[in-house]
C-alpha cells in the first residue's frame, strides 16, 4: 500500500524531481570543486606514469588487431603504472586518503544528505493538507535543522557502509572470484541498504513533524522494529525494483539516462518515506486530490 500510493503521488507531482535534479547538480559542481586540488596532482601522476596513455593502447587494441588479449593485456599494463604510482610517490598516497576521506566520505554525505528534511517538508506539506511548497524555499528555512539532521546521520551511514564493506568481502573470501560473486554482491549490497533505508524511513519526515532531530531518530527505529516485516519488505522490494531499472536505463541509454534517474530515485525513496510515515502512525493524506484514510488499529503515535 506504501509503495503503490507513493507511486501515484510521484507520478502526479514529477515536478519534484527537476528540482532534486537542479540540488543535485548544484551539489556536484561544489564537489568538483572541492576534489580539483586533490585530484589535478594525481591526474599529472598518472600522466607521467603513461596510465593514461596505456588505457587508450588496450581500446585501440580492441577494436583493430590485438583483439581481447591485447585489450586485457594494455589495461594490466596501466594497472601495474598506477599501482608503481602509489608504490614510489608517498604524496599522492597522501592526497588520495585526504580525498577519500574529506571529499567522498564527508562532504559528499553532507552536501547530498542537506536536501531531506525540505524534502520531507514538502511532501508533508503535500499529503497532509495538498498544498505546493517549494523545495528552493523550505531548503533555505529549514537549513539549521538539516545540518544538525545530516551530521547526526552521517556516522550512521558511514557505519552501516563499513559493516556492509566487510560483509561483501567476507563474502567475496567465501564464495572467490567466479560468476555467482557478482549476483551475491548485488543482493547483500541491496538487503543492507534496504535494512539502512528502512531503518531510517520515518526519521526525516518525524524531523518534518516537529518531533526533533534526536526525538525524530528514535521515533523511526521505534516504528521500523514495530513493524518490521511490512516496513523492510516494503524498501527491499523498492530497492529491487529501483536498482533494476536503473541498471536498464544506464544500459539502454549509455549512462545518459542516469541524469534523470537519480533525482526519480531520490524523489521515490522520499515519497516512500513519507508515505509510510502516515501509513503507520494512521494519519490520513493526500493522494493527488482524494484523501485516503490508512487502517488504524495498529497505528503507532
Known amino acids: 500500500m506504501s509503495f503503490k500510493n507513493a507511486f501515484k503521488n510521484l507520478v502526479s507531482h514529477f515536478g519534484i524531481v527537476w528540482s532534486i535534479l537542479l540540488y543535485l547538480v548544484i551539489c556536484a559542481a561544489i564537489l568538483v570543486g572541492l576534489s580539483l ?3 589535478l596532482p594525481i591526474l599529472d601522476a598518472f600522466e ?24 586485457i593485456d594494455g589495461l594490466y599494463g596501466a594497472y601495474n603504472s598506477v599501482a608503481g604510482v602509489f608504490i ?15 571529499v567522498l566520505v564527508v562532504a559528499f554525505r553532507f552536501f547530498f544528505g542537506l536536501y531531506e528534511i525540505p524534502l520531507a517538508t514538502v511532501l508533508d506539506g503535500r499529503l497532509s493538507c ?17 545540518v544538525r539532521y545530516t551530521l547526526m546521520k552521517m556516522p550512521i551511514t558511514i557505519l552501516f557502509d563499513g559493516v556492509m564493506g566487510l560483509a561483501v568481502f567476507g563474502l567475496s573470501q567465501l564464495i572467490g572470484f567466479n560468476v555467482a560473486l557478482p549476483f551475491a ?3 547483500v549490497i541491496i538487503l543492507f541498504v534496504s535494512f539502512r ?29 514495530k513493524r518490521f516485516g511490512s516496513v523492510f519488505s516494503s524498501y527491499f522490494v523498492t530497492m529491487l525494483l529501483l536498482f533494476s531499472c536503473a ?18 530515485i531520490d524523489a521515490a525513496i522520499g515519497y516512500l518515506n513519507i508515505t509510510l510515515y502516515y501509513n503507520k502512525t494512521g494519519k490520513r493524506y493526500y493522494i493527488d486530490n482524494a484523501v485516503f484514510t490508512p487502517p488504524t488499529e495498529n497505528a503507532l503515535q
Open 37 to 39: 586540488p586533490f585530484i
Open 48 to 71: 607521467e606514469a603513461e596510465v593514461f596513455a596505456q588505457v587508450s593502447s588496450a581500446f585501440s587494441a580492441l577494436f583493430n588487431d590485438g583483439g581481447w588479449n591485447g585489450f
Open 88 to 102: 614510489n610517490n608517498n604524496r599522492i598516497v597522501s592526497l588520495t586518503m585526504t580525498f577519500v576521506i574529506f
Open 130 to 146: 495538498n498544498a505546493d511548497y517549494g523545495l528552493g524555499g523550505k531548503f533555505f528555512s529549514t537549513l539549521s535543522v538539516s
Open 185 to 187: 554482491v548485488i543482493l
Open 197 to 225: 533505508c528502512a531503518m531510517l524511513a520515518c526519521w526525516a519526515p518525524s524531523v518534518a513533524e516537529g518531533y526533533g532531530v534526536v526525538k525524530g531518530f528514535a521515533r523511526s527505529v521505534k516504528i521500523f522494529f
Open 247 to 264: 541498471v536498464f536505463v544506464t544500459l539502454f541509454t549509455l549512462g545518459v539516462g542516469l541524469i534523470v534517474a537519480l533525482p526519480f
